[in-house]
């Protein structure tokens, strides 16, 4: 059935819904005339400011690229010096290799500077300038920007060169830090920590620091060797294995009787 039309709306209340209708209509037109007025103080108020922020932002990118672009530049350039001077190196040529390395010994680049500083240092003492050679050890030892295994390595050079000349608690001092199984100068620095025990008369100390390298498997087999002979004259005992040991004795001494009969056999031809 069909709904009869609604004929209760007089013209009053159409003109009243009209009135209202244009007036919503004029709130809102108000209402973005302001909000653009509003928009348009800010952009004169703070639109130079922001403009300067951002042309100033884009300005401090760029330059950091340029930064970054100019010390990677640098650091391949110092990188490509540090090889020619072990090129050098290996060619036993020290002076030509002390060329490479001067001009990085003022970089501000740690990875080129302590090499390089050791480097020289390690030519130094070769030479006989032990002077020369600790002030490099020493500097690298206290450079708070180097690597950690550089500075350890500084400070075990720098006490092997200077092991007589120091006392014995001094020597402790310094590398009983690195002195600890793990340590990947736990061999070289246990040596002299172990000997520095033996001048202080703790050879209950020094006996089984002694027998600990000698079973550290990433040791120079002729460290290992030594420390298991001086923990042996310690009364410690540093052969967990004696066959093992045997065997190996066995196998060192068939190849150096190999060696000497290829020698032979080659200077008989």
């Not at 348009?40 to 922001?50: D, E, Q, S, W, Y």
């Not at 080129?112 to 032990?130: H, M, N, S, T, W």
């Not at 005992?237 to 068939?254: G, H, K, L, T």
Request: charged residues 25%.
């Amino acid at each position: 059935m069909a709904l009869r039309p609604d004929r209760s709306t007089t013209p009053a209340d159409k003109k009243a819904a009209q009135d209202e209708a244009r007036q919503d209509v004029f709130m809102r037109e108000v209402d973005e005339a302001v909000r653009q007025d509003e928009l348009t103080t800010a952009a004169r108020r703070f639109g130079l400011p922001i403009g300067i922020a951002v042309v100033l932002g884009l300005a401090g990118l760029g330059g950091y690229l340029w930064w970054d672009a100019q010390n990677t530049a640098k650091a391949e350039e110092q990188a490509v010096a540090l090889t020619l001077a072990v090129d050098r190196l290996e060619a036993n040529q020290p002076d030509a290799a002390i060329d490479k390395v001067t001009p990085l010994q003022g970089s501000e680049i740690a990875g080129a500077r302590v090499p390089a500083q050791l480097l020289e240092a390690g030519v130094a003492q070769q030479k006989g300038d032990a002077k020369r050679a600790a002030e490099l050890y020493t500097a690298v030892s206290a450079d708070g920007n180097a690597p950690a295994p550089m500075r350890d390595l500084a400070t075990l050079r720098l006490v092997s060169l200077q092991y007589d000349e120091m006392k014995p608690a001094d020597v402790v001092a310094k590398l009983k830090p690195l002195a600890v199984p793990g340590n990947p100068f736990f061999a070289s620095a246990g040596e002299l920590v172990g000997m520095a025990y033996i001048e202080q008369g703790k050879t209950d100390l020094a006996g089984p620091l002694f027998a600990e390298i000698s079973r550290d498997e990433k040791a120079p087999e002729a460290l290992r060797a030594r420390a298991r002979q001086v923990a042996g004259l310690l009364g410690t005992d540093a052969i967990d294995d004696v066959e093992a040991i045997v065997e190996q004795i066995q196998r060192n001494s068939a190849a150096r009787q190999a060696a000497m009969q290829q020698a032979a056999a080659q200077s008989g031809q």
